[in-house]
């Protein structure tokens, strides 16, 4: 790297220009740690992932659907399935009565969607968090969606709005406030770095979906993930 500083050093030759020179550096590394927003801050929380959940591990969502997602509260239960082989390539896997959720271990991001063993929904390139996460982070990333019978290509955007303090039915955790948005859908996820799964969420359809605007709400209930 080049120096800064012309070789031999810098003379100072007053008291005076030291204390300019002082006081110009405290300056500069206040503006840095205020005004920093492309890079990670020098102070406060990042989160990196922590990777998969272990196996074996269960928690249980509290959710409420309204509009195109339907009426009603209910409690939906998620196992960790450890390690699998999906079309010869290694995966993680969460089951859930509804589907089945495949990972990549290193980056924990999404796969895919499984009913048994047919896909229900495929992320390109895989889909999830652009770690580490700090507040006032921000991404975008156009993703191809691929249903059984067709694909859909949307640009989403993210951003990491606070870490913060968040209370639901199985304790209180910190959390990172995740805002996300794509061509027919806005979410707002609290991600607990302490146990590498989101402990609440808030995810609306918008008048673009081909369903209708609908609301589903989740928080974690209860859970046993020890790392």
């Given at each position: 790297m080049?120096?800064?500083?012309?070789?031999?050093?810098?003379?100072?030759?007053?008291?005076?220009?030291k204390?300019?020179?002082?006081?110009?550096?405290?300056?500069?590394?206040m503006?840095?740690?205020?005004?920093?927003?492309?890079g990670?801050?020098?102070?406060?929380?990042?989160?990196?992932?922590?990777?998969?959940?272990?196996?074996?591990?269960?928690?249980?969502?509290?959710?409420?659907?309204?509009?195109?997602?339907?009426?009603?509260?209910?409690?939906?239960?998620?196992?960790?399935?450890?390690?699998?082989t999906?079309?010869?390539?290694?995966?993680?896997?969460?089951?859930?009565?509804?589907?089945?959720?495949?990972?990549?271990?290193?980056?924990?991001?999404?796969?895919?969607?499984?009913?048994?063993?047919?896909p229900?929904?495929?992320?390109?390139?895989?889909?999830?968090?652009?770690?580490?996460?700090?507040?006032?982070?921000?991404?975008s990333?156009?993703?191809?969606?691929?249903?059984?019978?067709?694909?859909?290509?949307?640009?989403?955007?993210?951003?990491?709005?606070?870490?913060?303090?968040?209370?639901?039915?199985?304790?209180?955790?910190?959390?990172?406030?995740?805002?996300?948005?794509?061509?027919?859908?806005?979410?707002?996820?609290?991600?607990?770095?302490?146990?590498?799964?989101?402990?609440?969420?808030?995810?609306?359809?918008?008048?673009?979906?081909?369903?209708?605007?609908?609301?589903?709400?989740?928080?974690?209930?209860?859970?046993?993930?020890?790392?």
């Open positions: 080049k120096s800064l500083f012309p070789k031999g050093g810098i003379e100072m030759r007053s008291a005076y220009l204390g300019c020179i002082g006081f110009a550096v405290i300056l500069s590394l503006f840095v740690i205020g005004c920093a927003t492309t990670p801050p020098l102070l406060g929380a990042k989160g990196y992932s922590p990777g998969p959940v272990p196996a074996g591990s269960i928690w249980v969502h509290e959710r409420q659907d309204s509009g195109s997602f339907g009426s009603g509260t209910y409690l939906l239960t998620y196992k960790s399935l450890g390690e699998q999906w079309q010869g390539k290694k995966v993680y896997a969460y089951d859930s009565p509804e589907s089945t959720l495949l990972l990549d271990p290193a980056s924990t991001r999404f796969i895919a969607y499984l009913k048994g063993t047919t229900l929904q495929i992320f390109d390139p895989y889909m999830g968090w652009d770690y580490p996460l700090w507040v006032g982070k921000s991404w990333q156009v993703y191809k969606f691929i249903f059984p019978k067709q694909t859909f290509t949307s640009d989403t955007q993210w951003k990491v709005e606070a870490f913060e303090d968040i209370k639901v039915p199985a304790g209180i955790f910190k959390a990172f406030r995740v805002t996300y948005s794509d061509t027919w859908n806005n979410q707002i996820m609290w991600w607990s770095p302490e146990l590498g799964i989101w402990v609440k969420t808030k995810f609306e359809r918008n008048e673009k979906h081909g369903l209708g605007p609908g609301v589903r709400e989740a928080e974690l209930y209860s859970h046993n993930i020890k790392r």
